[in-house]
């Protein structure tokens, strides 16, 4: 790993469900996921939990030799079921203060299928990038269309009027997980403009 966009790019945080879902796809995608990251070098923050996709991704990146970095507030140890084999798990007083870690510790952010609270983090990212409050990457791995309503909501709100070409969304959208660090590492070399990135992911 030498060059420069590979050299920034020292931790990924993945959003992710507490469950598999109804497409084998999606944990697949998490399997592998896991395992690109932990062969880059780079080290996977997440959830803390040992269930469904969050499961999956962090025993990939174990697997692999990967560093793993769980957050998880302390109401939700016994419902997620903190993953054990983690050297280095953050209980958290709650959920605001999670998601700040989560936040500090990470230099981009991948959301792959899951509920409202994988929904609810990713846009979360994706609102603080559009106040300007932070330049990392913010990407939807679009496992099977998985997100394709969501940025139908969001080309909605552009036709109605509340999203505009001064506010807009930042974020990228990878159909394949193999795609996901390279556009990571392209971003964080300066080569995606938002409004690049946005009409990429557009296209796709």
């Known amino acids: 790993m030498n060059t420069v ?8 945080c993945v959003y992710c469900g507490s469950s598999f879902g109804s497409d084998p796809a999606h944990e697949a995608a998490a399997t592998r996921l896991g395992q690109s990251i932990a062969d880059a070098g780079i080290g996977l923050v997440y959830g803390g939990g040992s269930v469904g996709l969050m499961g999956t991704v962090a025993n990939a990146a174990l697997e692999a030799g990967g560093k793993v970095t769980g957050i998880i507030p302390h109401f939700l140890e016994k419902r997620e079921v903190m993953l054990d084999t983690l050297e280095d798990l953050i209980v958290t007083r709650d959920m605001h203060e999670r998601k700040h870690l989560m936040f500090e510790k990470s230099d981009a952010f991948v959301a792959l299928p899951g509920g409202i609270g994988t ?3 990713a846009v979360e990212m994706m609102t603080w990038a559009q106040l300007g409050q932070h330049r990392k990457p913010v990407l939807l791995a679009d496992i099977n269309g998985f997100w394709s309503p969501l940025m139908e909501l969001l080309d909605h709100m552009r036709s109605q009027g509340y999203i505009r070409p001064d506010t807009e969304v930042p974020y990228l959208v990878a159909k394949k997980v193999d795609d996901i660090l390279p556009m990571l590492r392209e971003w964080n070399s300066g080569g995606s403009k938002t409004g690049e990135a946005l009409a990429s992911a557009r296209e796709m």
């Open 5 to 12: 966009s590979e050299k920034t790019l020292k931790s990924i």
């Open 119 to 121: 929904l609810e983090e």
